[in-house]
């Protein structure tokens, strides 16, 4: 990224002091339980063997032992990266498990560990029956292995392929070989490298010529086992005329130990074709002392390889210790549109790198890029964008707009927006706001007869609502509710 | 019986003693006019009433129909009766107005034991409100207090008012920015909510708004204290001769005072 154009900004906001507040502040992370199931794991540390191992426990074809060991050898050349404002201890690669999976071989729905299923339950994951009362296909990946997909046959007369990565790989190699790194080649960045070369699953989603997806497609991940790192690997690839909405939803069990997470998502929209990528992130974010949560790196993009066609990322990231996470898009046919629409919120020591890139080669490209950065606590949240317009991008727009709510006077909200523009003929406009709940806002709110911690979420919702409602219904509650939890004690 | 009884107020903002022995009494269906300088405390007065944070009440006692209203949290108060309307109404971007004013009532029925509305039975209140305050519509749909003009603003704290029904509304300036038209309206809205059993205290700096929503008593603020009470006289001898005929009455107090500079 070009630093042609850098912004920091830290506003202190005023404190209420309030013990209930101190309360909820102690409140347990509803989604960290451990379930006790028998696993297989590798054990920790990263080498060729590994990788071999690990290609061989899957039983890939050569070419991808290849691929992997290609990714993994350039990875080993590559500096870990440190421009983004996150203070992060060392990772020690070695001390990773790069697998773990569930002891018993799995073929259907019905042979999943029902303790399994039940961790599903606890976590509200609309698997099995009530998956098709919803109508949503899941496809669940608990550590690294993808446990069972419902839909299959529905989908499948459809014509669409929705399944997990170790599975399109084994009956779909030539569609994934076509792809797979397509859009984010193995030596984009350090931890797009690592994945590469380790990733154990992911999902794969294909939607032929002329077919509208008929149904919202999911994929909940989870972290369990201990000292593990997941990293999923999730390919979606929509041709002509096409069209599909795609969720996905993480948690992770409470631990003392960060825990590493680096998933590639690529996506490819051909002509007319229209993808709608929705996150709900949860990961554990450690304790408000900064003990324990998720590492989060995260490379997704989507390329927007044919005309007219349209990406669409929608996140709202509550969770991880640490998120460093730009999903893209690269609009190369004319007329293509990338749209980012983020919540992202930091409470107590969490921090948050995280923001959107918008390539524009095609002529009459468009993008827009709404994010929406809360702090609390002593979160850090940065915003890191760039707008790239190349030379042919004739008539190429970007509206960007960008932002930041501050509860409480010890958090920070950073905006980092790069523009590199190469076409005289494009419009790029960037608006930033940095506000704080003001104490007039929650005063109003009281003496209109609403509590604190009522006013505080009805406003970060009302300052969120350009981004919810770009989500599925069902996620759009879950979302809000989500703030609501993470935010409760934020006011103090 | 009082409906409110303040007295002797001593209130600090900032540390800086603002209130300095206020007492005021108050009975269930009147309508109180508070005047005076810039800087004699009317809108410390409101902002301490409904328990605003930072307003520290160094001395005196309120007592709300019998009770210790300065020991309840503000959206306690709310609940028991008290409605402030602002004078700068604040603005809360995406969230709409309607569901703000639902969540603020059910908040204050569950509060005293009753049961919440529903979206059905409330949007009936709703409309029906609408039609005395003589509000269109359209003002519902939009986030709490975006983008409305002053005189929008204004209304829409005295149909916030109307909905919650309170026992106490205390108006702090709100005629200030209004042109003669929405002044009238705003008055109309306020005199629809008069009865028997709701009494006003209504901050203002001007006559003006008192020709519109007629006061049993006019008092006039300064220096912390209230100086003299009268009828609506009062208040037309204040258009004519301004604050500084006070100072015979009221050697005690600085000049400065009067002339609504703060010290």
């Known amino acids: 990224m070009n630093e042609s154009e850098n912004m920091t900004r830290e506003v202190a906001a005023p404190v209420r002091d309030n013990a209930e507040v101190e309360a909820a502040l102690n409140r347990r992370y509803e989604a960290g339980f451990v379930t006790d199931i028998e696993s297989t794991s590798l054990p920790p540390g990263l080498n060729e063997d590994t990788v071999r191992q690990l290609s061989a426990i899957k039983q890939e074809p050569e070419w991808m032992t290849e691929w992997r060991l290609a990714a993994y050898r350039h990875w080993l050349t590559m500096p870990e990266p440190d421009w983004a404002k996150l203070e992060i201890a060392p990772i020690d690669y070695q001390s990773v498990s790069y697998y773990s999976a569930p002891k018993a071989g799995l073929k259907s729905l019905d042979e999943v560990d029902p303790k399994l299923l039940e961790t599903y339950e606890k976590l509200g994951v609309p698997l099995h029956e009530r998956a098709k009362l919803a109508g949503v296909a899941v496809d669940a990946v608990f550590d690294s292995v993808s446990v069972g997909t419902t839909f299959r046959k529905e989908l499948a007369e ?9 599975e399109a790989i084994r009956e779909h190699g030539e569609l994934v070989r076509q792809y797979l790194g397509s859009v984010v080649p193995t030596a984009d960045n350090y931890f797009a490298a690592l994945n590469s070369a380790v990733f154990s699953d992911g999902s794969f989603v294909f939607i032929p010529k002329g077919v509208r997806c008929p149904m919202e497609l999911s994929t909940y991940f989870r972290i369990n086992a201990m000292n593990t790192g997941q990293f ?22 409470m631990r003392d130990e960060n825990q590493l997470h680096a998933a ?12 709608k990528y929705s996150t709900v992130q949860n990961w554990y974010p450690g304790d408000e002392n900064g003990v324990g949560g998720i590492y989060n790196f995260v490379t997704k993009r989507g390329d927007c390889r044919g005309a007219d066609s349209k990406i669409s990322w929608t996140q709202v990231e509550t969770g991880s210790a640490v998120t460093w996470k730009y999903p893209s898009c690269v609009l190369r046919g004319d007329r293509s549109v990338g749209e980012f629409y983020s919540v992202a919120l930091t409470h107590h020591r969490q921090q948050a790198d995280t923001g959107t890139k918008m390539i524009h080669i095609g002529k009459g490209t468009k993008s827009k890029i709404v994010s929406k950065g809360i702090s609390a606590g002593r979160g850090q949240n940065s915003y890191r964008g760039l707008v790239k317009i190349e030379k042919g991008a004739d008539g190429a727009r970007n509206y960007t707009q960008c932002d930041s709510l501050l509860i409480g006077k010890k958090c920070g909200a950073h905006t980092f927006p790069y523009m590199e523009v190469k076409n005289p003929t494009a419009i790029v406009e960037h608006e930033a706001t940095t506000s704080k709940i003001s104490d007039d806002q929650l005063f109003y709110c009281l003496s209109r007869g609403i509590g604190e911690e009522d006013a505080v979420s009805m406003i970060v919702d009302g300052f969120c609502k350009q981004v919810f409602r770009e989500l599925p219904m069902e996620f759009a509650v879950e979302a809000k509710k989500l703030l609501e939890v993470s935010l409760e004690g934020a006011v103090g | 019986m009082h409906m409110l009884k303040i007295d002797n107020l001593h209130a600090r903002v900032e540390g800086k003693e603002i209130l300095k022995g206020l007492s005021l009494e108050i009975k269930p269906g009147e309508v109180h006019a508070i005047m005076g300088p810039n800087g004699a405390g009317k809108s410390t007065l409101g902002n301490v009433l409904s328990g605003r944070e930072g307003y520290e009440v160094t001395a005196g006692s309120v007592l709300f129909n019998g009770r210790d209203l300065l020991a309840l949290e503000p959206e306690e108060r709310a609940a028991e009766g008290v409605f402030l309307a602002f004078q700068y109404p604040v603005e809360i971007p995406g969230v709409n107005n309607t569901y703000f004013l639902r969540a603020a009532l059910n908040a204050q029925r569950k509060y005293r034991g009753e049961d919440e509305l529903d979206s059905m039975r409330f949007l009936k209140l709703v409309r029906e409100k609408l039609k005395i305050m003589q509000i269109s519509d359209e003002l519902l749909h939009r986030a709490v207090n975006e983008g ?29 920015g209004l042109d003669i038209d929405a002044l009238k309206q705003v008055a109309e809205g306020v005199n629809a909510l008069r009865s028997p059993d709701r009494s006003f205290v209504v901050v203002t700096h001007y006559q003006r708004l008192l020709d519109y929503i007629e006061p049993d008593f006019v008092h006039v603020l300064a220096g912390g204290r209230i100086v003299e009470s009268g009828d609506k006289s009062l208040a037309l001898k204040l258009e004519e001769q301004g604050y500084a005929w006070l100072a015979d009455a009221h050697p005690e107090l600085a000049k400065a005072e009067l002339a609504g500079e703060r010290a």
């Not at chain 1, 999923?232 to 069990?253: M, Q």
């Not at chain 1, 490819?268 to 229209?274: F, Y």
């Not at chain 2, 002053?150 to 829409?156: I, L, P, Q, V």
């Open chain 1, 158 to 166: 459809a014509g669409v392929i929705f399944c997990s990565m170790s």
């Open chain 2, 148 to 176: 409305f003009s002053g005189g929008e603003k204004k209304r829409n704290e005295i149909f916030q008012m109307a909905v919650l029904e309170p026992k106490l509304a205390i108006l702090d300036e709100t005629d200030s």
């Open chain 1, 264 to 275: 590639v998502v690529e996506l490819v929209a051909m002509e007319r074709a229209q993808i």
């Open chain 1, 232 to 253: 999923e690997r999730t390919l979606i690839v929509v041709e002509d005329d096409a069209y599909v909405s795609y969720l996905e939803g993480c948690t992770a069990p």
